[in-house]
């Protein structure tokens, strides 16, 4: 069956780093996706990583998959309040016509 | 500049009382899709379509009805509206439904409720 699941919350002091775990379940996922969601907004793509690779890094986010552990990660170097938002995992399948979403970390930066 | 449009964005209505959430998108794209998002649940999918007069089911679609009579428009309606509609609405296009790396482009988002 198709299931994403993540921590609820995460709280991290300004300039470290945060790192927002996601499993899933569905071994025939295709690509994995993590989207951000700021206050009263949409949701917007941050990076996305094949399901044949095993990091990706974009500036400030690094994206780790362990394909054998279905983990997924999105670790955020030197992290601001203006990162403060939540976090979803997603991933799409092969011949499903839809995103399968996580519920949503939500980061919440101090300083 | 490329963007999917809802409206409204925000609404209230009482139980019973038909309403109907446009969603808009300029990119030309094939794929729509709704979602709606709950706390705890993330974004889970009422209908999708692939193109022009072909939509289908998603999880959730008890309680909804769409259409797809151009391309640009997939609008998402309430025939009677029940408080557990109460939610945050989604609506979002792609050229591809995800196959591909082709990004989902995401609405601003409806928030509505049902008293």
């Known amino acids: 069956g198709e299931d994403v699941e993540q921590s609820l919350f995460l709280s991290v002091r300004e300039g470290d780093s945060s790192v927002i775990n996601c499993t899933y379940t569905?071994?025939?996922?295709?690509?994995l996706y993590w989207y951000k969601q700021e206050p009263g907004a949409g949701l917007q793509l941050l990076t996305y990583i094949f399901s044949n690779m095993d990091m990706k890094q974009d500036q400030r986010l690094t994206v780790l998959l362990n394909k054998k552990d279905k983990h997924l990660s999105l670790r955020i170097a030197d992290t601001q309040t203006g990162d403060s938002a939540i976090y979803f995992c997603a991933e799409s399948i092969s011949g499903y016509n839809k995103l399968i979403f996580g519920a949503g970390t939500r980061l919440a930066v101090h300083p | 500049e490329a963007q999917v449009t809802q409206n409204p964005r925000y609404l209230i209505t009482v139980t019973g009382k038909k309403l109907t959430v446009t969603c808009s998108q300029n990119?030309?794209?094939?794929?729509m899709s709704w979602y709606r998002q709950d706390p705890g649940l993330g974004l889970r999918q009422i209908y999708y379509s692939m193109n022009v007069e072909v939509t289908d089911k998603g999880d959730v679609p008890e309680g909804y009805k769409v259409s797809r009579k151009e391309k640009r428009n997939f609008p998402l309606i309430l025939e009677s509206p029940s408080p557990n509609q109460t939610s945050l609405y989604f609506c979002a296009s792609s050229c591809d439904p995800g196959v591909t790396q082709e990004t989902q482009y995401f609405g601003p988002g409806t928030r509505l409720l049902v008293l």
């Open positions: 569905d071994s025939s996922s295709t690509y």
């Open positions: 990119m030309n794209h094939e794929y």
